[in-house]
Every structure is written in C-alpha cells, then in structure tokens.
C-alpha cells in the first residue's frame, strides 16, 4: 500500500511540475543518460521556442479560421448565372409554402430538392427556434444558404473560400 502511495505522489509530482525528463532519442536498451535531459522547465531554466515547423497559431488566427465560414467570396459570373435562377426558385417556393401555411422540415427539404440541380449536395437542418429550417445547397463556385420559419426566410448566394 505505501508503494502505492508513493508511486501516486510521483506521478501527481510530475503532472504539476509539469515534465521531468526530456529524450532526445527513442528509449532503449542503446539510451545512454547523456540522452535523458532535463526538463528546462524543472532545471528552471526558460522554454525553447517550437521550432518552425511545429508553431502553433494564435487565439485569434483560430477564432478568424473558425468564422471564416461565415464569410462568402464573390461569385464569378458563371457561377453567379447557375446560382440567380435556383435563388429565385427557392424564393418563389418559400412564397408558395407560406401563402399555404406549409412550415417544417418536410416541407421546406422538399421545396428546396425540387429546385436543386441534380446531383448537387444539399444540406437541410431543423434550425431549432420555431419551426426553423437551415440550408445550404453546393453549386460550382459558390453556394446558396439560407432559412424558412414560419415568420420569414432568406435565401442568399455566395461564394466560396477556396
């Protein structure tokens, strides 16, 4: 039991301070100790800076990467002249489900894969408020995204970040 004991203080030792050892080569039967270096940190002396070939990004280069979906790129004109007709479509089909008082994920899944062109990835989520429903269809070059509840919708085209 007080080896146990002992063994735990160890490995709690560890994890606090962090490190203890640094390998410089694969362990083993040939590791001399000249190869088991201290840690700097528990030599107290300063971390090294990562190499360049292993940086890690800052806060916000992360929180700019994590929104960059939300940014659209400009259409080319070839795809912007596939993208308005399907828009417009799914505008005209939104108008008809709420004149109708259609609302829900069925309805909207269907009205929205009655003007995807063939073969096209469609995406369709309930959006979670209401009767919310999300989408986003894949075209070439770009995208058309949006939302049908029972109060309003929205059908935008953008481009996408390559």
């Not at 070939?53 to 960059?68: G, I, L, Y």
């Not at 005209?92 to 309805?107: I, P, Q």
């Amino acid at each position: 039991m007080k080896i146990l004991i002992a063994l735990v203080a160890v490995l709690l030792l560890a994890i606090v301070n962090g490190c203890g050892v640094v390998r410089t080569q694969k362990a083993g039967p040939s590791a001399s100790p000249s190869s088991l270096l201290p840690c700097p940190e528990a030599a107290g002396l300063p971390m090294p800076m990562p190499s360049p070939c292993v940086t890690m990004p800052s806060w916000e280069q992360k929180h700019a990467d994590n929104e960059r979906y939300r940014q659209r790129a400009t259409l080319s004109p070839e795809a912007a002249a596939q993208a308005k007709p399907v828009a417009e479509a799914l505008r005209g089909k939104f108008a008809d489900l709420r004149e109708r008082a259609l609302h829900g994920e069925a309805h909207v899944a269907k009205a929205i894969r009655a003007v995807a062109p063939p073969g096209t990835n469609v995406i369709i989520r309930a959006g979670g408020a209401r009767s919310a429903v999300v989408f986003a269809i894949e075209l070439s070059g770009g995208c058309l995204t949006g939302f049908y509840d029972e109060r309003e919708s929205k059908v935008e085209v953008g481009g996408v970040h390559q």
